[in-house]
């Protein structure tokens, strides 16, 4: 949802928004009405009062331009970045003893860090798939599910209570942004099978730290991920079930997703965005200035 600065310059003012994704548009029962109506009406008024608009994607720029009606000068396109002083690679044994002591993730694991938002994050078909997954290889591993409750969060628990697998299948809660890269460095893989993201945080802090990732296009996943990820059909359970196979049985696999993803997360940097992003207030000023 976006998120707005004024940036006060003596006379005439400049404006700028932040807009991060256009999800009501492309996800039904994405939020309560409420803030469906926000997202679809609201934010379109207010977009259109500024002078640019940022977005954090090329697909984000798409749907302002289509579903907004901006002009495509005044949409600016600024990646977001990544931490790179906290998500980066470490000691996988060291994590992977941590992980055991402090989640109980005492096997090989999947993890999945999103809030437990239904439809929208796509949990409940992800347990399908990990419950194929376990039946298929035979193999005992986890599911960890990283994230605080949200909207439809009883239907993603009951699903997995519902589970054959239901007792490998882990709710974390909420994790800290300082505890993610133990998590991720831990994890055999991380899978990202959401219908839609206007960027998509997680992938990229989970490569960084040197993860394998599997997930899915949609939305700005394809442009972020790159061909740094494993991408599968998130309204497939089949597809999805298929990539934790190919993780789980092929260690070269995952060592190929893991340097390409180390080198993708290479291309995010907070710095950069900064600078870009100032870039935009002071040439929305001085358009402004020179229109008085």
Not at 200 to 205: D, V, Y
Request: with cysteine; aromatic share 10%.
């Amino acid at each position: 949802m976006p998120s707005y600065r004024r940036l006060v310059w003596r006379k005439p003012c400049a404006l700028a928004a932040t807009i991060h994704d256009l999800a009501p548009f492309h996800v039904r029962g994405k939020y309560d009405p409420a803030r469906m109506f926000y997202g679809r009406v609201v934010v379109r008024a207010l977009a259109r009062r500024q002078d640019r608009v940022i977005v954090p994607s090329r697909r984000t720029a798409e749907d302002v331009e289509r579903f907004f009606g901006l002009n495509r000068d005044r949409v600016c396109v600024i990646h977001n970045g990544i931490d790179h002083e906290r998500f980066h690679p470490g000691d996988a044994e060291t994590a992977r003893s941590e992980a055991a002591s402090r989640w109980g993730l005492d096997r090989p694991f999947f993890v999945y860090v999103s809030r437990l938002e239904h439809p929208a994050k796509n949990h409940v078909r992800l347990i399908e798939a990990f419950v194929r997954f376990r039946e298929e290889t035979g193999l005992d591993w986890l599911l960890a599910l990283a994230g605080g409750d949200w909207h439809g969060a009883e239907a993603i628990k009951e699903a997995a209570r519902r589970s054959p697998a239901r007792e490998a299948i882990r709710f974390l809660g909420f994790v800290p942004d300082e505890d993610l890269p133990t998590l991720y460095r831990a994890a055999a893989a991380m899978v990202y099978p959401s219908l839609f993201e206007g960027f998509g945080m997680p992938p990229l802090e989970a490569m960084a730290c040197g993860c394998p990732v599997v997930c899915s296009d949609r939305g700005s996943l394809g442009e972020v991920t790159g061909e740094a990820a494993w991408i599968v059909d998130p309204e497939s359970p089949d597809a999805i079930a298929e990539g934790l196979k190919r993780c789980a049985r092929d260690r070269a696999f995952r060592e190929t997703l893991r340097r390409k993803g180390l080198e993708q997360a290479r291309k995010f940097d907070w710095n950069e965005n900064a600078r870009k992003v100032l870039d935009v207030y002071r040439a929305a000023a001085a358009a402004r200035r020179g229109g008085a």
